[in-house]
């Protein structure tokens, strides 16, 4: 799910791409197929507030959040259509604004990136500070998520036990012998190399920096745990972590920026109803939940998003309306 990502996270989620899994996914760089749901039946949901249209972007996590969406809110008497898999962030939030589809899940800092790339903040507390001025007057956020997926700096175990690797800072003494596998734009990017070695003094040369173009997906997964690379970026809600026993080394100083899911939502369709529904919803979404909800879509399983989601909207409770 990655064409070219235009934000911040790197493959993935601005062209709808991201790595769950073994599978690669997107990488703000690959993604779905097929029609376009945007262009089959481009009538939107009318003035009635009850009507809601759930859409997706193109990767799995998005389309098991959406589906979720669309379960809790049912169960709270709206009438919900959906038009899934529409693609990168340039493609679904201009159908937000002229009311193609009404309610989104997003990331809180890929989507202040891409409504103000000015935007400097990363900590979770200054992304959620930052993007109600984002927004603007067309679009509206409910609270997001504790769940959350973003960039990270993966090690094997042996690496971290050999050494002593908790953080990225303690990778920083072994600069000369880190080889480093990332997206290309990786080496560019303010959140990639350049903050790295700005924020914890990691320099890894272009000689010992390799591009690896599917986000973190099956190919990253495999150098790292053949020993081809030392380090890798790799989304921290991917099931291939846990499964090989990979290492994700702490960012204190907020390197990457807090991406934290978050139901964005079209302004005239805000309502107390929606945003009691939709604030239940995520109070529950928490990052092992949704690593959880990835495993089961993307790993051995390969469970339907529709049934990964029916499912855990009964676990949790969810299936009746909110009180």
Request: hydrophobic share 40%; charged share 20%; with cysteine.
């Amino acid at each position: 799910m990655r064409t070219s990502r235009i934000l911040s996270g790197f493959t993935r989620r601005s062209v709808g791409t991201i790595a769950l899994a073994t599978v690669a996914v997107v990488s703000l760089a690959a993604c779905g197929g097929g029609s376009d749901p945007l262009s089959a039946g481009g009538e939107g949901s009318g003035d009635d507030p009850n009507t809601i249209i759930v859409g997706s972007a193109n990767f799995p996590e998005s389309e098991t959040v959406a589906n979720i969406y669309t379960e809790v809110l049912r169960a709270n008497g709206f009438d919900v259509t959906t038009k899934f898999n529409i693609g990168s962030r340039e493609a679904y939030i201009p159908a937000l604004k002229d009311g193609s589809i009404d309610v989104i899940p997003d990331y809180t800092g890929n989507l202040l990136q891409y409504l103000d790339p000015d935007s400097t903040a990363t900590s979770a507390a200054d992304v959620d500070a930052a993007l109600p001025a984002a927004l603007g007057s067309e679009l509206t956020i409910t609270t997001p998520a504790p769940a959350e997926d973003k960039d990270a700096v993966v090690v094997t175990k042996e690496t971290a036990q050999r050494w002593n690797l908790t953080s990225i800072a303690d990778l920083a003494a072994h600069s000369n012998e880190v080889k480093f596998g990332a997206p290309a734009e990786f080496q560019e990017r303010p959140g990639g190399l350049p903050g790295l070695k700005a924020k914890y003094g990691l320099d890894i040369t272009a000689d010992n920096f390799v591009p690896i173009a599917d986000g973190g997906g099956p190919a990253t997964v495999d150098a790292l745990a053949s020993g081809q690379i030392t380090a890798a970026d790799i989304f921290t809600t991917s099931p291939a972590i846990a499964q090989n026993g990979f290492v994700v080394l702490a960012d204190p100083q907020n390197n990457f920026a807090a991406q934290n899911v978050v139901p964005v939502v079209r302004a005239t369709k805000s309502s107390d109803k929606l945003t009691r529904a939709l604030d239940a919803l995520s109070a529950k979404l928490t990052t092992e939940e949704l690593l959880a909800l990835n495993d089961s879509v993307s790993g051995d399983a390969k469970t339907e998003p529709t049934a990964a989601a029916k499912q855990w909207v009964t676990d949790q409770g969810l299936d009746k309306p909110v009180s």
